[in-house]
């Protein structure tokens, strides 16, 4: 008795679920069919006339840039007609600066490459100039650093004479800087002169004045 109870109670439920079901499954066919006439209406079909008259039709995503005038244009690339090109000028600058200052003015003088006389002489003032002022500065350099070692001796703090040691090893360095430019500056003098005797500068123009 027990089981034809089980039973019967199985076979209600099961009956209750696969109506349920069934009814589920009507509704959502119900729903598909209602959203398929509701789209029918908006649906515009494509024939193959439209198709070929749209085929080569072009496709754009935004607006082009307006393209300048070709007479703009051609005038902003174009250079004026009595501008040189840059190298062309920096060429010739370069060119003249080694004689910018050996041009003859009248009836002076030249050496064969056409240098004056007052060229030779300002080149070889230049070139004393500097040989002396070179030497003058040793001979400060020279006083200063006898001065610097006179103080370093007579001084009896320790920690000034480290201070003045100091002082020494800079004048020192100081003193071999000046040695080297001079050397330098006097050979510069003898290779003007060298120089001079090959382009034909007469003796007058190399002697330092006075001499």
């Known amino acids: ?32 069919k209602d959203r398929r006439q509701a789209v029918k209406g908006d649906v515009k079909v494509i024939t193959s006339i439209e198709a070929a008259k749209y ?10 840039p307006p393209t ?11 250079a004026p007609a009595n501008q040189k090109p840059p190298a062309e000028g920096e060429a010739k ?36 100039q500097r040989v002396k002022d070179l030497e003058n500065e040793c001979n400060v350099i020279t006083l200063k650093l006898n001065d610097l070692q006179n103080r370093f001796y007579r ?12 002082e020494i090893q ?3 360095y100081e003193q071999d800087v000046n040695k080297q430019n001079l050397e330098k500056a006097k050979s510069a003098l003898d290779n003007l002169e060298k120089e001079a005797h090959r382009s034909g500068a007469l003796p007058g123009w190399i002697k330092e004045p006075g001499e």
């Open 1 to 32: 008795m027990k089981s034809i109870t089980v039973f019967l109670t199985g076979l209600f439920l099961l009956a209750v679920t696969s109506f349920g079901y069934s009814q589920s499954l009507a509704d959502l066919a119900k729903k598909e």
């Open 55 to 64: 085929q080569y039709a072009p496709v754009t995503t935004s607006v082009p």
């Open 68 to 78: 300048p005038p070709a007479e703009n244009t051609a005038a902003e690339n174009a």
């Open 93 to 128: 600058a370069e060119a003249a600066s080694g004689t910018q200052n050996a041009k003859s003015t009248g009836d002076e003088p030249t050496d064969y490459f056409g240098r004056p006389e007052s060229f030779w002489k300002q080149s070889f003032a230049d070139a004393r």
């Open 155 to 166: 001084e009896s703090d320790g920690f000034k004479q480290q201070e003045i040691q100091r």
């Open 170 to 172: 800079k004048t020192f």
